[in-house]
């Protein structure tokens, strides 16, 4: 049973990080996939990455997780949707 052995192979040292860079480029994927998700509740699926980083790869990985997830929803999500909000510098001119 392979499942049972799954918390125990997550334990080393080498799989902890790529818990959670793989957690938050799955919540990347997927919210920027979703439009309706960016324009509601775009940390949701990051949250979630969190919960799961912190069950499979303990407290350092959860706090790598956060720590990529606020980085990433600031340099994708929060500047995107402040792009598309922008009013056009031409329009400003005149």
Known sequence: MWWKRMPR???????????AVCAVGL????????????????????????????RYGGTNSALLTS?????????????NTKLKTSTPTSSLVN
């Open 9 to 19: 192979l997550l334990r080393a040292s080498r799989i902890r990080p790529t818990v």
């Open 27 to 54: 919540a990347l994927l997927i919210t920027s996939q979703l439009q309706f998700l960016v324009d509601r509740t775009p940390f949701a699926l990051f949250f979630a990455a969190v919960l799961v980083s912190a």
């Open 67 to 79: 720590l990529l997830s606020a980085a990433v929803t600031d340099f994708f999500i929060v500047v």
